[in-house]
Protein backbone atom coordinates (compact mmCIF):
# COMPACT_ATOMS: atom_id res chain seq x y z
CA UNK A 1 0.00 0.00 0.00
CA UNK A 2 1.58 3.60 -1.10
CA UNK A 3 -0.20 4.84 1.09
CA UNK A 4 0.43 7.72 4.01
CA UNK A 5 -0.36 5.63 7.54
CA UNK A 6 0.76 7.91 10.56
CA UNK A 7 -0.08 5.89 14.14
CA UNK A 8 -0.60 8.80 16.83
CA UNK A 9 0.05 7.01 20.10
CA UNK A 10 1.97 5.97 23.82
CA UNK A 11 3.97 2.91 23.70
CA UNK A 12 3.08 1.96 27.32
CA UNK A 13 -1.12 2.19 26.22
CA UNK A 14 -2.29 -0.60 26.31
CA UNK A 15 -5.05 0.35 23.71
CA UNK A 16 -1.94 2.02 21.40
CA UNK A 17 -0.35 -1.76 21.80
CA UNK A 18 -3.83 -3.07 20.22
CA UNK A 19 -2.86 -1.04 17.03
CA UNK A 20 0.37 -2.05 16.87
CA UNK A 21 -0.11 -5.48 16.58
CA UNK A 22 -3.30 -5.31 14.28
CA UNK A 23 -0.47 -3.41 12.06
CA UNK A 24 1.96 -5.58 12.25
CA UNK A 25 -0.37 -8.96 11.58
CA UNK A 26 -1.48 -7.43 8.15
CA UNK A 27 2.50 -6.48 7.90
CA UNK A 28 1.77 -2.84 7.17
CA UNK A 29 4.35 0.14 6.68
CA UNK A 30 3.30 3.27 8.79
CA UNK A 31 5.02 5.85 10.85
CA UNK A 32 4.86 5.49 14.68
CA UNK A 33 4.94 9.25 16.63
CA UNK A 34 5.26 8.94 20.06
CA UNK A 35 3.04 11.34 22.10
CA UNK A 36 3.44 13.09 25.05
CA UNK A 37 -0.09 13.19 26.91
CA UNK A 38 0.59 16.13 29.18
CA UNK A 39 1.87 18.26 26.21
CA UNK A 40 -0.20 16.55 23.77
CA UNK A 41 0.71 17.36 20.24
CA UNK A 42 -1.42 20.12 17.77
CA UNK A 43 -1.97 16.73 15.22
CA UNK A 44 -3.62 14.87 18.24
CA UNK A 45 -5.93 17.81 19.03
CA UNK A 46 -6.67 18.30 15.63
CA UNK A 47 -7.44 14.69 14.34
CA UNK A 48 -9.15 13.15 17.69
CA UNK A 49 -10.38 16.93 19.07
CA UNK A 50 -13.42 14.97 20.96
CA UNK A 51 -11.90 13.04 23.16
CA UNK A 52 -8.12 13.81 22.92
CA UNK A 53 -6.89 10.12 23.22
CA UNK A 54 -4.39 7.92 21.42
CA UNK A 55 -4.54 5.66 19.28
CA UNK A 56 -5.09 7.31 16.34
CA UNK A 57 -4.35 5.78 13.09
CA UNK A 58 -4.33 8.78 9.99
CA UNK A 59 -4.61 7.24 6.90
CA UNK A 60 -3.93 9.53 4.11
CA UNK A 61 -4.52 12.46 6.03
CA UNK A 62 -8.05 10.86 7.63
CA UNK A 63 -8.41 10.22 10.77
CA UNK A 64 -9.91 7.23 12.77
CA UNK A 65 -9.74 7.27 16.38
CA UNK A 66 -10.45 3.90 18.95
CA UNK A 67 -8.28 0.73 19.19
CA UNK A 68 -11.35 -1.59 18.64
CA UNK A 69 -12.17 0.66 15.58
CA UNK A 70 -8.75 0.84 14.24
CA UNK A 71 -8.46 -2.82 14.39
CA UNK A 72 -11.98 -3.75 12.57
CA UNK A 73 -10.92 -0.91 10.29
CA UNK A 74 -7.54 -2.11 9.64
CA UNK A 75 -9.67 -5.89 9.40
CA UNK A 76 -11.94 -4.39 6.72
CA UNK A 77 -8.87 -2.74 4.66
CA UNK A 78 -6.56 -5.56 4.43
CA UNK A 79 -8.77 -8.66 3.51
CA UNK A 80 -5.75 -10.31 1.99
CA UNK A 81 -3.77 -11.03 4.92
CA UNK A 82 -5.83 -13.37 7.73
CA UNK A 83 -8.69 -12.01 9.12
CA UNK A 84 -8.91 -11.20 12.76
CA UNK A 85 -12.40 -11.49 12.62
CA UNK A 86 -14.68 -14.95 11.79
CA UNK A 87 -16.80 -15.16 8.74
CA UNK A 88 -20.02 -16.09 10.29
CA UNK A 89 -21.78 -13.18 11.46
CA UNK A 90 -23.01 -14.46 14.95
CA UNK A 91 -19.33 -15.40 15.94
CA UNK A 92 -18.14 -11.64 14.75
CA UNK A 93 -20.65 -10.57 17.05
CA UNK A 94 -19.29 -13.14 19.67
CA UNK A 95 -16.30 -11.64 19.28
CA UNK A 96 -16.98 -7.91 19.33
CA UNK A 97 -19.11 -8.70 22.99
CA UNK A 98 -15.88 -9.76 24.29
CA UNK A 99 -13.77 -7.00 23.14
CA UNK A 100 -16.60 -4.61 24.83
CA UNK A 101 -16.21 -7.11 27.76
CA UNK A 102 -12.13 -6.00 27.91
CA UNK A 103 -12.46 -2.51 27.45
CA UNK A 104 -15.02 -2.44 30.74
CA UNK A 105 -14.09 -5.28 32.80
CA UNK A 106 -10.73 -5.42 32.34
CA UNK A 107 -9.95 -1.75 30.78
CA UNK A 108 -11.96 0.69 33.11
CA UNK A 109 -11.64 -1.55 36.31
CA UNK A 110 -7.59 -1.88 35.43
CA UNK A 111 -7.85 1.91 35.50
CA UNK A 112 -9.56 1.99 39.09
CA UNK A 113 -6.47 0.55 40.14
CA UNK A 114 -3.33 2.24 38.51
CA UNK A 115 -5.12 5.51 38.93
CA UNK A 116 -7.52 5.78 41.24
CA UNK A 117 -6.43 6.32 45.32
CA UNK A 118 -5.53 3.55 47.06
CA UNK A 119 -8.60 2.55 49.36
CA UNK A 120 -10.34 1.73 45.79
CA UNK A 121 -7.70 -0.70 44.93
CA UNK A 122 -9.37 -3.85 46.68
CA UNK A 123 -12.76 -3.62 45.33
CA UNK A 124 -11.46 -2.92 41.81
CA UNK A 125 -8.90 -5.96 42.46
CA UNK A 126 -11.72 -8.31 43.24
CA UNK A 127 -13.65 -7.60 40.07
CA UNK A 128 -10.20 -7.74 37.76
CA UNK A 129 -10.17 -11.16 39.24
CA UNK A 130 -13.77 -11.93 38.32
CA UNK A 131 -13.22 -10.25 34.77
CA UNK A 132 -10.21 -12.13 34.29
CA UNK A 133 -12.14 -15.31 35.24
CA UNK A 134 -15.17 -15.08 33.21
CA UNK A 135 -12.45 -14.99 30.43
CA UNK A 136 -10.76 -18.05 30.98
CA UNK A 137 -14.38 -19.65 30.87
CA UNK A 138 -14.68 -17.97 27.83
CA UNK A 139 -11.11 -19.34 26.25
CA UNK A 140 -11.54 -22.88 27.75
CA UNK A 141 -9.26 -25.04 26.50
CA UNK A 142 -8.74 -23.63 22.73
CA UNK A 143 -5.18 -21.91 22.06
CA UNK A 144 -6.66 -18.86 20.94
CA UNK A 145 -10.17 -16.82 21.52
CA UNK A 146 -11.00 -16.87 17.89
CA UNK A 147 -10.21 -20.98 18.16
CA UNK A 148 -6.70 -22.07 16.42
CA UNK A 149 -6.33 -18.58 14.90
CA UNK A 150 -5.39 -15.70 16.86
CA UNK A 151 -8.13 -12.73 16.12
CA UNK A 152 -9.95 -9.85 17.43
CA UNK A 153 -10.97 -11.10 20.80
CA UNK A 154 -6.73 -11.80 21.48
CA UNK A 155 -5.58 -8.56 20.13
CA UNK A 156 -8.14 -6.44 22.40
CA UNK A 157 -6.92 -8.43 25.57
CA UNK A 158 -3.18 -9.08 25.19
CA UNK A 159 -1.71 -5.66 25.48
CA UNK A 160 -2.79 -5.78 29.34
CA UNK A 161 -0.89 -8.53 30.06
CA UNK A 162 1.77 -6.11 30.03
CA UNK A 163 0.16 -4.42 32.60
CA UNK A 164 -0.47 -7.22 35.11
CA UNK A 165 2.56 -6.78 36.71
CA UNK A 166 1.42 -3.27 37.63
CA UNK A 167 -2.14 -4.38 38.89
CA UNK A 168 -0.61 -7.18 41.17
CA UNK A 169 1.94 -5.16 42.62
CA UNK A 170 -0.53 -2.53 43.91
CA UNK A 171 -3.75 -5.06 44.43
CA UNK A 172 -1.08 -7.64 46.47
CA UNK A 173 -2.28 -10.48 44.07
CA UNK A 174 -1.18 -12.98 41.53
CA UNK A 175 -2.92 -13.24 38.01
CA UNK A 176 -1.34 -16.44 37.29
CA UNK A 177 -2.33 -18.15 40.59
CA UNK A 178 -6.06 -16.95 39.70
CA UNK A 179 -6.43 -17.34 36.19
CA UNK A 180 -3.39 -19.86 35.19
CA UNK A 181 -4.95 -20.00 31.34
CA UNK A 182 -4.76 -16.36 30.63
CA UNK A 183 -1.07 -16.49 31.76
CA UNK A 184 -0.50 -19.39 29.53
CA UNK A 185 -2.65 -17.72 26.80
CA UNK A 186 -0.86 -14.73 26.67
CA UNK A 187 2.51 -16.36 26.82
CA UNK A 188 1.31 -18.02 23.68
CA UNK A 189 0.54 -14.85 22.28
CA UNK A 190 3.98 -13.61 23.02
CA UNK A 191 5.47 -16.17 20.56
CA UNK A 192 4.37 -13.91 17.78
CA UNK A 193 6.77 -11.13 16.76
CA UNK A 194 3.87 -9.12 15.82
CA UNK A 195 2.94 -8.91 19.66
CA UNK A 196 6.16 -9.51 21.39
CA UNK A 197 7.60 -6.23 19.15
CA UNK A 198 4.52 -4.37 19.86
CA UNK A 199 4.57 -5.24 23.41
CA UNK A 200 5.84 -2.30 26.11
CA UNK A 201 7.62 -3.90 29.02
CA UNK A 202 6.21 -4.73 31.96
CA UNK A 203 8.81 -3.21 34.34
CA UNK A 204 8.81 0.28 32.37
CA UNK A 205 4.92 0.33 32.94
CA UNK A 206 5.00 -0.27 36.47
CA UNK A 207 7.45 2.69 37.17
CA UNK A 208 5.47 5.04 35.19
CA UNK A 209 2.86 4.27 37.24
CA UNK A 210 4.71 4.39 40.24
CA UNK A 211 5.89 7.97 39.78
CA UNK A 212 2.44 9.07 37.98
CA UNK A 213 1.18 7.77 41.95
CA UNK A 214 3.75 9.70 43.64
CA UNK A 215 3.03 12.83 41.73
CA UNK A 216 -0.87 12.70 42.80
CA UNK A 217 -0.07 11.53 46.01
CA UNK A 218 -2.59 9.08 45.66
CA UNK A 219 -0.86 6.46 48.18
CA UNK A 220 -0.04 8.70 50.73
CA UNK B 1 -29.83 -17.81 4.31
CA UNK B 2 -30.98 -16.32 7.99
CA UNK B 3 -34.08 -15.23 6.61
CA UNK B 4 -35.65 -18.46 6.37
CA UNK B 5 -37.81 -19.47 8.98
CA UNK B 6 -35.70 -18.07 11.58
CA UNK B 7 -36.83 -17.65 15.42
CA UNK B 8 -36.18 -14.28 16.67
CA UNK B 9 -36.79 -13.10 20.32
CA UNK B 10 -35.81 -9.59 21.70
CA UNK B 11 -35.54 -9.63 25.78
CA UNK B 12 -36.16 -5.83 26.70
CA UNK B 13 -37.41 -3.33 28.42
CA UNK B 14 -40.17 -0.88 26.80
CA UNK B 15 -38.94 2.35 28.18
CA UNK B 16 -35.25 1.88 27.46
CA UNK B 17 -33.63 3.84 24.48
CA UNK B 18 -30.75 0.86 24.87
CA UNK B 19 -33.51 -2.03 23.97
CA UNK B 20 -35.76 0.10 21.59
CA UNK B 21 -32.58 0.10 19.43
CA UNK B 22 -32.63 -3.15 19.10
CA UNK B 23 -36.98 -2.71 17.92
CA UNK B 24 -35.43 -0.15 15.65
CA UNK B 25 -33.32 -2.14 14.14
CA UNK B 26 -35.44 -5.31 13.38
CA UNK B 27 -38.40 -3.15 12.15
CA UNK B 28 -36.22 -1.51 9.41
CA UNK B 29 -35.07 -4.12 8.70
CA UNK B 30 -38.47 -6.16 8.59
CA UNK B 31 -37.59 -8.72 10.40
CA UNK B 32 -40.70 -10.74 12.49
CA UNK B 33 -39.32 -11.11 16.24
CA UNK B 34 -40.92 -11.96 19.68
CA UNK B 35 -40.70 -9.72 22.35
CA UNK B 36 -40.54 -10.37 25.92
CA UNK B 37 -40.51 -7.60 28.61
CA UNK B 38 -38.28 -7.92 31.14
CA UNK B 39 -38.47 -6.69 35.01
CA UNK B 40 -35.05 -6.27 36.16
CA UNK B 41 -35.88 -6.38 39.50
CA UNK B 42 -37.05 -9.61 39.15
CA UNK B 43 -34.70 -10.93 36.84
CA UNK B 44 -36.40 -13.99 34.27
CA UNK B 45 -34.69 -17.50 34.30
CA UNK B 46 -34.05 -16.99 30.37
CA UNK B 47 -32.64 -13.39 31.24
CA UNK B 48 -30.20 -14.87 33.22
CA UNK B 49 -29.28 -17.92 31.16
CA UNK B 50 -28.83 -15.65 28.04
CA UNK B 51 -26.91 -12.63 29.53
CA UNK B 52 -25.37 -13.91 32.24
CA UNK B 53 -22.03 -12.11 31.68
CA UNK B 54 -24.12 -8.19 31.98
CA UNK B 55 -27.16 -9.79 32.81
CA UNK B 56 -28.94 -6.85 31.13
CA UNK B 57 -31.16 -6.34 28.24
CA UNK B 58 -31.28 -6.43 25.82
CA UNK B 59 -30.60 -9.79 24.44
CA UNK B 60 -31.29 -11.01 21.35
CA UNK B 61 -31.79 -14.82 20.61
CA UNK B 62 -31.65 -15.53 17.34
CA UNK B 63 -32.44 -19.37 16.67
CA UNK B 64 -31.21 -19.86 20.15
CA UNK B 65 -28.06 -17.95 19.83
CA UNK B 66 -28.80 -15.44 22.36
CA UNK B 67 -26.30 -11.43 22.13
CA UNK B 68 -26.35 -9.25 24.21
CA UNK B 69 -25.20 -5.24 23.91
CA UNK B 70 -27.22 -3.11 21.49
CA UNK B 71 -24.96 -1.53 19.67
CA UNK B 72 -23.46 -5.48 19.25
CA UNK B 73 -26.69 -6.95 18.19
CA UNK B 74 -27.40 -3.93 15.54
CA UNK B 75 -24.19 -4.85 13.78
CA UNK B 76 -25.32 -8.30 13.96
CA UNK B 77 -28.84 -7.44 12.67
CA UNK B 78 -27.15 -5.29 9.60
CA UNK B 79 -25.02 -8.00 8.99
CA UNK B 80 -27.19 -11.17 8.72
CA UNK B 81 -30.50 -9.57 7.10
CA UNK B 82 -28.51 -7.59 4.56
CA UNK B 83 -31.72 -5.53 3.14
CA UNK B 84 -31.94 -1.36 3.81
CA UNK B 85 -28.22 -1.91 5.07
CA UNK B 86 -27.53 0.34 8.64
CA UNK B 87 -23.66 0.70 7.82
CA UNK B 88 -21.94 2.23 4.61
CA UNK B 89 -20.06 -0.29 2.74
CA UNK B 90 -16.81 2.33 2.80
CA UNK B 91 -14.61 0.99 5.91
CA UNK B 92 -13.99 4.41 6.33
CA UNK B 93 -17.41 5.55 6.58
CA UNK B 94 -17.72 2.40 8.78
CA UNK B 95 -14.91 3.25 11.00
CA UNK B 96 -16.48 6.76 11.78
CA UNK B 97 -20.46 5.34 12.07
CA UNK B 98 -18.55 3.08 14.75
CA UNK B 99 -16.87 5.85 16.56
CA UNK B 100 -19.92 8.00 16.37
CA UNK B 101 -22.16 5.01 17.77
CA UNK B 102 -19.19 4.58 20.74
CA UNK B 103 -19.00 8.14 21.36
CA UNK B 104 -22.79 8.24 22.05
CA UNK B 105 -22.40 5.87 24.53
CA UNK B 106 -19.07 6.61 26.27
CA UNK B 107 -19.79 10.75 26.33
CA UNK B 108 -23.15 11.86 25.09
CA UNK B 109 -25.68 9.83 26.32
CA UNK B 110 -23.82 10.11 29.61
CA UNK B 111 -23.46 13.61 29.45
CA UNK B 112 -27.08 14.23 28.96
CA UNK B 113 -28.60 11.69 31.41
CA UNK B 114 -26.07 13.78 34.12
CA UNK B 115 -28.00 17.24 33.35
CA UNK B 116 -31.62 15.66 33.35
CA UNK B 117 -30.68 14.07 36.97
CA UNK B 118 -28.32 16.59 38.14
CA UNK B 119 -29.55 18.10 41.36
CA UNK B 120 -28.78 21.36 42.12
CA UNK B 121 -25.10 21.53 42.99
CA UNK B 122 -24.08 19.81 39.96
CA UNK B 123 -26.58 21.37 37.42
CA UNK B 124 -24.61 24.15 35.79
CA UNK B 125 -21.80 22.02 35.04
CA UNK B 126 -23.92 18.89 33.88
CA UNK B 127 -25.88 21.18 31.59
CA UNK B 128 -22.35 22.47 30.07
CA UNK B 129 -21.26 19.45 29.13
CA UNK B 130 -24.82 17.94 27.70
CA UNK B 131 -24.75 21.32 25.91
CA UNK B 132 -21.48 20.60 24.37
CA UNK B 133 -22.07 16.89 23.78
CA UNK B 134 -25.33 17.95 21.53
CA UNK B 135 -22.99 20.63 19.63
CA UNK B 136 -20.16 17.47 18.60
CA UNK B 137 -22.91 15.68 17.72
CA UNK B 138 -24.35 18.34 15.65
CA UNK B 139 -21.67 18.67 13.68
CA UNK B 140 -21.29 15.10 13.18
CA UNK B 141 -24.85 15.32 11.37
CA UNK B 142 -23.51 18.12 8.95
CA UNK B 143 -26.36 18.72 6.30
CA UNK B 144 -26.88 15.60 6.02
CA UNK B 145 -30.58 14.90 6.79
CA UNK B 146 -29.73 11.63 8.85
CA UNK B 147 -26.79 10.62 9.71
CA UNK B 148 -26.43 7.73 7.75
CA UNK B 149 -27.14 9.91 4.66
CA UNK B 150 -30.70 9.65 2.89
CA UNK B 151 -31.26 6.56 5.04
CA UNK B 152 -31.62 5.97 8.71
CA UNK B 153 -27.88 4.24 9.65
CA UNK B 154 -26.14 2.68 12.63
CA UNK B 155 -25.54 6.17 14.31
CA UNK B 156 -29.34 7.29 13.60
CA UNK B 157 -30.51 4.00 15.67
CA UNK B 158 -27.57 4.59 18.23
CA UNK B 159 -28.74 8.51 18.49
CA UNK B 160 -32.36 7.16 19.38
CA UNK B 161 -32.08 8.76 22.91
CA UNK B 162 -31.19 12.11 21.03
CA UNK B 163 -33.89 11.86 18.90
CA UNK B 164 -36.49 10.79 21.01
CA UNK B 165 -35.95 10.40 24.83
CA UNK B 166 -33.91 13.96 25.73
CA UNK B 167 -37.24 16.03 24.72
CA UNK B 168 -39.35 13.95 26.87
CA UNK B 169 -36.54 14.09 30.11
CA UNK B 170 -35.71 17.44 29.55
CA UNK B 171 -38.90 18.82 29.86
CA UNK B 172 -39.50 16.70 33.10
CA UNK B 173 -36.49 18.03 34.27
CA UNK B 174 -37.23 21.94 33.35
CA UNK B 175 -34.19 22.08 31.03
CA UNK B 176 -34.12 23.58 27.93
CA UNK B 177 -31.32 21.47 25.96
CA UNK B 178 -31.86 19.97 22.72
CA UNK B 179 -34.22 23.20 21.38
CA UNK B 180 -34.36 24.73 17.63
CA UNK B 181 -32.79 27.57 18.77
CA UNK B 182 -30.01 26.23 20.05
CA UNK B 183 -29.44 23.32 18.20
CA UNK B 184 -31.38 24.04 14.49
CA UNK B 185 -29.73 20.90 12.54
CA UNK B 186 -29.87 18.34 15.56
CA UNK B 187 -33.49 19.51 16.11
CA UNK B 188 -34.67 18.55 12.35
CA UNK B 189 -32.91 15.53 12.60
CA UNK B 190 -34.84 14.41 15.92
CA UNK B 191 -38.13 15.62 14.17
CA UNK B 192 -37.15 13.53 10.47
CA UNK B 193 -35.71 10.66 12.98
CA UNK B 194 -38.64 10.55 15.27
CA UNK B 195 -41.74 11.02 12.26
CA UNK B 196 -39.39 8.41 10.02
CA UNK B 197 -42.56 6.33 8.70
CA UNK B 198 -40.64 2.98 10.42
CA UNK B 199 -39.24 4.16 13.27
CA UNK B 200 -42.42 6.13 14.70
CA UNK B 201 -44.12 2.64 14.86
CA UNK B 202 -41.41 1.40 16.66
CA UNK B 203 -40.60 4.22 19.58
CA UNK B 204 -42.37 3.78 23.01
CA UNK B 205 -45.93 6.18 23.19
CA UNK B 206 -44.88 9.47 24.33
CA UNK B 207 -47.20 9.94 27.45
CA UNK B 208 -46.41 6.66 28.61
CA UNK B 209 -42.51 7.36 28.62
CA UNK B 210 -43.40 10.94 29.95
CA UNK B 211 -45.45 9.24 32.68
CA UNK B 212 -42.67 6.45 33.18
CA UNK B 213 -39.75 9.03 33.92
CA UNK B 214 -41.80 11.53 35.84
CA UNK B 215 -42.67 8.57 38.38
CA UNK B 216 -38.78 8.24 38.03
CA UNK B 217 -37.96 11.70 38.82
CA UNK B 218 -40.38 11.64 42.00
CA UNK B 219 -38.20 8.99 44.03
Known sequence: ?220 | MASESSEVRLLGKWASPFSNRVDLALKLKGVPYKYSEEDLANKSEDLLKYNPVHKKVPVLVHNGNPLPESLVIVEYIDETWKNNPLLPQDPYERALARFWAKTLDDKILPAIWNACWSDEKGREKAVEEALEALEILQEALKEKRFFGGENIGLVDIAANFIGYWVAILQEIAGLELLTIEKFPKLYKWSQEFANHPVIKDGLPPRDELFAFFKASAKK
Not at chain 1, 101 to 118: A, L, T, Y
Not at chain 1, 152 to 162: G, N, R, S
Open chain 1, 1 to 220: MAEELILLDDWLSMFGMRARIALAEKEIKYEYREEDLSNKSQLLLQMNPIHKKIPVLIHNGKPICESIIIVEYLDELCKDKVSFLPSDPYQRAQARFWADFVNKKVGDVGGRIWSMKREGIEVAKKELVESLKELEKELGDKPYFGGETFGFVDIALVPFYTWFYTYEELGNFKVEAECPKIIAWAKRCNQRESVSKSLADEKEVYEFVASYRKSLHLDD
